[in-house]
């Protein structure tokens, strides 16, 4: 073992552990917060704003990519007081589509990368797939580390991917995605977000949402807790994104909350938390209206992209 | 803060009735107390507002209550267990039927926040039924002996930290058992207990198994001195404990008693930091610290303390302190004057002695009692902070080297009811306990409670136990 690995080692597995019970009391503790009225319509707004709207299917097309860009813009055509959505999350081969819709717009536009979602591929290919997506417009780039690598102990390699795929993501902000329902413990949670920002992330993910478990509050807790700590400690700040299974409102709530009683409010922000989500625009749209008018609309009321 | 404020989302108080007046619950119904008693108000803490006059009862009415208790007790202990348990899982029903009233009223006599009343008090107090009910028909198989008995009639007087759980606590392992029992709550809790003698009337409880007889000090004494009662069951100060077992003493009454503690709650530098800091908050600021097994002694190993103390700091800046009925708050209005008082008296002696105090900023409402969450740095054993329950939302940080160490001062207390250990090793979690010299000891956890499980302390904490097994044997013979 290398000097650099051995010291990568020792400094991970010296972090303080986390109590399984205690975090899932924790987060569970504070879904029960009650958020109403204008509390409710601030938290709603601005997680609209924090959405990443996300579309990562085999069966993406430049047609269904327009579309669901143009939805970014204007996510409720008929209030133009609704804000506009943080980003647009879609393959490399569909960031050309995307960029020519948002150019211009400040809605940012992330692509995944490093061969998205299993990260099994050799460290050039996961390098040219990120260039591409940088190529061809991306100011965001999503990639995912190795949790094989991260799993058999291997943090070296880990790093040294991640400080690779920075360098070729340039300007472009970089999320590590740390798949955490393949980590196993929170303890690897904690480990895996601090090697990340050791290695020069942007963002820490939870999820690429390819997996049957995707991000959860005790999961976010635990990130949280490392990005405030590891800001405490070196001054950088690093921002948070939870993606897959953040389905309605009431759930995106609960993430706000969470943020707002952990690390604070300088998180609250899309330009340090993001949803990885598709359908929760939708329920936050059908939410906001219901804040507004008083009533439910109906599904078909809201725009289906 | 401004960016994400909570707006208010109180719970509403029009889901309980509370009559402007109450009587005692002697033999199935209310009546008023006699010449010998009286009447006093008890009042909402969070506000000052009077909620209702309760009757305060005399020696007579004392004694008309044990006689109730007395005359139910053959038909009752007769009954086969199996028919005892249905009226107690009858009693767990309602009570959980009829939770959102209960909890709404334990916060408004009592001050405690909702969130704790709802989720944690009620829930409790319904599985703790639930729980003695599936005792009584099986009581030869406990490890009392093939055929226990029960004692007869049970004085049972309670304190007003959890008014309707310690409630629970007393009555459903007596009645499981096959004895009577006439309850004092407390002066300044009285309403739950109140409401509960109408759940009996629901559930259809046949009358004079319980009593429920309010008042002051003098009612606890008449009750627990009266000649008629077999068994006493106290939980309280320590001080009021040594007057029962004194008045107690040479008669053939059996007794039980749980009192005060000034539990350590013991942070190795190994610990989870982020979870122990919860746990530390839980173990002093739940329920403002009116709880006797508190966490409220704080032992840090000293190679961890300035994360521990920045960490616990950072946290109890976002406790929310205030209106009990709203369902964000995290510490409730302080239960009395007296107490408030109590409360600021030692915390000035602990500033005087030189002790750093330390409370997040923190506006607290014009009415009521109120008290800030505080700690003390720089404690030391000989600080009177140290030493005495003050039973309010006031920690006192320590700090320590060794394991041994912290054995030392943890058990360097007249009190032995709780204690906890955070560190993320098995074995030493486990070498503590052994040396721990504490009714309940928890590991990585702090003031979790389960009906199953046995409590009670060692020591001026008191004796017996109750909960679990084990609290059965307090009233069976």
């Known amino acids: 073992m290398s000097g650099s690995a051995f010291n990568l080692r020792s400094f991970l597995h010296g972090l303080p552990g986390v109590d399984k019970v205690g975090v899932e009391a924790r987060s569970a503790a504070l879904g029960t917060r009650s958020v109403k009225t204008t509390a409710k319509a601030a938290a709603i707004d601005l997680a609209i704003r924090m959405v990443d709207l996300t579309t990562l299917e085999g069966a993406d097309t430049p047609g269904k990519v327009r579309a669901l860009s143009a939805k970014a813009l204007r996510p409720d055509p008929a209030d133009p007081t609704c804000p506009s959505v943080a980003a647009i999350c879609v393959y490399p081969a569909m960031v050309p589509v995307a960029a020519e819709v948002l150019a211009g717009s400040g809605v940012h536009l992330a692509s995944v990368a490093t061969a998205f979602p299993s990260g099994q591929a050799p460290l050039e290919v996961k390098l040219a797939d990120t260039r591409d997506a940088v190529a061809g417009g991306a100011d965001e780039i999503d990639m995912v580390i190795s949790r094989g690598a991260f799993l058999s102990g291997r943090y070296d390699h880990v790093y040294e991917e991640i400080v690779a795929v920075k360098e070729a993501s340039g300007a472009a902000h970089l999320k590590v995605i740390l798949e955490t329902g393949e980590l196993g413990t929170y303890d690897n949670v904690r480990r895996a977000s601090w090697l990340a920002m050791l290695a020069g992330a942007d963002f820490i993910k939870t999820s690429t949402g390819k997996v049957p478990v995707a991000a959860t509050l005790p999961v976010t807790l635990v990130m949280l807790e490392a990005v405030r700590d590891f800001r405490a400690q070196t001054g950088r700040q690093v921002g948070v994104k939870p993606a897959g299974g953040i389905r309605t409102t009431k759930d995106a709530i609960k993430y706000l909350v969470l943020i707002n009683e952990t690390v604070g409010t300088d998180w609250l922000d899309p330009d340090w938390f993001r949803f990885g989500a598709s359908s929760l625009l939708n329920d936050l749209l059908m939410q906001r209206t219901k804040l507004t008018t008083g009533h439910y609309a109906g599904p078909d009321y809201f725009t289906l992209d | ?477």
């Open chain 2, 1 to 477: 803060m401004s960016l994400f404020s909570y707006a208010p989302a109180p719970e509403s108080r029009s889901v309980v009735d509370i009559a402007p007046s109450y009587g005692l619950f002697i033999d199935g119904s209310f009546v008023p107390a006699s010449s010998s008693g009286g009447v006093f108000k008890t009042v909402n803490p969070a506000s000052e507002e009077v909620l209702a006059e309760v009757a305060a009862a005399g020696v007579e009415d004392v004694d008309l209550a044990v006689a109730a208790a007395r005359r139910a007790f053959e038909p009752w202990s007769a009954l086969p267990g199996a028919e005892r348990a249905k009226y107690l899982f009858r009693i767990a029903r309602i009570i959980q039927e009829r939770s959102r009233e209960l909890a709404v009223l334990e916060s408004l006599d009592n001050g405690k926040p909702i969130k704790e009343s709802r989720d944690v008090d009620l829930p409790l107090v319904a599985a703790h039924f639930f729980y003695y009910a599936g005792w009584a028909d099986k009581l030869p198989y406990a490890g009392f002996g093939a055929d226990p008995r029960p004692l007869g009639v049970a004085a049972q007087v309670i304190p007003w930290n959890f008014p309707l759980l310690m409630l629970a606590w007393k009555i459903a392992p007596a009645l499981a058992a096959g004895n009577t029992v006439v309850l004092k709550p407390a002066e300044t809790t009285p309403l739950s207990a109140l409401f509960f003698a109408d759940v009996c009337q629901q559930a259809g409880l046949p009358r004079g198994v319980v009593n429920i007889i309010t008042g002051a000090g003098e009612t606890g004494r008449a009750l627990v001195e009266h000649p008629d009662v077999n068994k006493v069951a106290f939980t309280g100060s320590t001080e009021v404990g040594r007057q029962i077992a004194r008045s107690v003493a040479g008669t053939r009454k059996r007794l039980t008693l749980e009192l005060g503690g000034k539990a350590a709650n013991i942070v190795f530098d190994d610990a989870p930091i982020d979870q122990a800091v919860e746990g530390i908050v839980n173990g002093i600021f739940f329920n403002q610290g009116h709880v006797c097994c508190a966490g409220s002694r704080l032992l840090v190993q000293e190679s961890a303390y300035d994360t521990v103390l920045e960490s616990l700091k950072r946290r109890m800046a976002t406790l929310r302190v205030g209106d009990p009925l709203d369902k964000n708050t995290d510490i409730g209005a302080i239960n009395s004057a007296a107490q408030l008082s109590r409360i600021r008296e030692l915390s000035e002696i602990g500033a005087s002695e030189g002790a750093d105090r330390w409370s997040p900023p923190c506006e607290l409402p014009a009415q009521g009692y109120w008290f800030a969450p505080t700690i003390f740095t720089g404690v030391t054993q000989a600080h009177r902070i140290a030493r005495e329950e003050i039973f309010g939302p006031v920690l006192s940080v320590l700090t320590f080297r060794t394991p041994d160490e912290a054995v030392e001062k943890a058990n360097n207390t007249p009190y032995g009811l709780s204690a906890g250990v955070w560190t993320e090793k098995g074995s030493l979690i486990l070498a503590m306990a052994d040396k721990l010299r504490a009714g309940v000891v928890w590991a990585n956890t702090f003031n979790k409670f389960d009906p199953t499980s046995p409590f009670g302390g060692y020591k001026e904490s008191g004796y017996g136990r109750e909960g679990g097994r084990h609290g059965l044997e307090a009233y069976l013979a």
